[in-house]
């Protein structure tokens, strides 16, 4: 299967510690997003990547959030200092950007579970 | 106003029949539109997408697209208990995807 991966699939911190998420895209996709979901909404986008470089951010995105993707290939995300309102499901998608950026379909990983204790 | 909305449900329907899901779009420039299915605890997983005004057919789904009205359906017909799941409704706002709260759907045996 050469779908999207997200690893970890679980992950329970601690309230203050910094957790790190990473995403492994469809082969040869150039463009790769993460969005964030909470119990009962739609998911939410956080930020996007044209190959290496982070063309959008969310306000969602705080100072305590960073996210990379430095050869244009896997993307990591960081939570620096969690907090309890920081648990939800982190998603990546990731499309092909062979199309223009409105019509491409994004095909979503199966998401990191973050619980802050 | 929310940009994308939908009716957060339960829609219960009958084995056999059909499931009609409706989304509600705020912004008039929005140019594609997605369905996406969500199991609880799964990630989304796209169903349709939708560009021109008028019906989309794929298998047992319809995705209807009204941009006059600012208006996009989902049909599934023949619904199967294993259709039970979260419908999400998504607009293309030039690159993220907005989505609804999602229309939960109960599918009865």
């Known amino acids: 299967d050469t779908g999207v991966s997200q690893d970890p699939r679980h992950k329970i911190t601690k309230r203050g510690q910094n957790v790190t998420f990473r995403c492994d895209p469809i082969?040869?996709?150039?463009?790769l997003y993460w969005y964030r979901q909470t119990l009962g909404q739609g998911p939410e986008f956080l930020t996007y990547?044209?190959?290496?470089?982070?063309?959008?951010k969310s306000r969602l995105l705080s100072d305590r959030f960073s996210a990379e993707r430095p050869k244009g290939s896997f993307s990591t995300l960081e939570i620096q200092r969690t907090e309890q309102g920081d648990s939800a499901m982190y998603l990546c998608?990731?499309?092909?950007?062979?199309?223009?950026?409105?019509?491409?379909?994004?095909?979503f990983g199966p998401g990191t579970r973050l619980l802050v204790l | 106003q929310k940009e994308v909305e939908q009716n957060s449900g339960p829609l219960s329907v009958p084995e056999g029949a059909i499931a009609s899901l409706n989304c509600t779009y705020s912004?008039?420039?929005?140019?594609?539109f997605f369905w996406y299915r969500q199991y609880s605890g799964k990630s989304p997983e796209l169903i349709m997408s939708?560009?021109?005004?008028g019906d989309k057919e794929d298998g047992r789904f319809t995705a209807q697209l009204n941009k006059a009205s600012q208006y996009v359906s989902l049909l599934i017909r023949d619904s199967q208990p294993s259709d039970s799941a979260t419908y999400l409704c998504?607009?293309?706002?030039?690159?993220?995807?907005?989505f609804g709260k999602g229309t939960t759907l109960s599918v009865s045996s």
């Open positions: 912004d008039r420039g929005s140019q594609s």
């Open positions: 998504a607009v293309n706002r030039v690159t993220a995807l907005i």
């Open positions: 998608a990731s499309s092909p950007g062979t199309s223009g950026r409105s019509q491409e379909t994004q095909y």
């Open positions: 990547f044209q190959n290496e470089a982070q063309l959008e």
């Open positions: 082969s040869e996709h150039n463009r």
């Open positions: 939708i560009y021109s005004n």
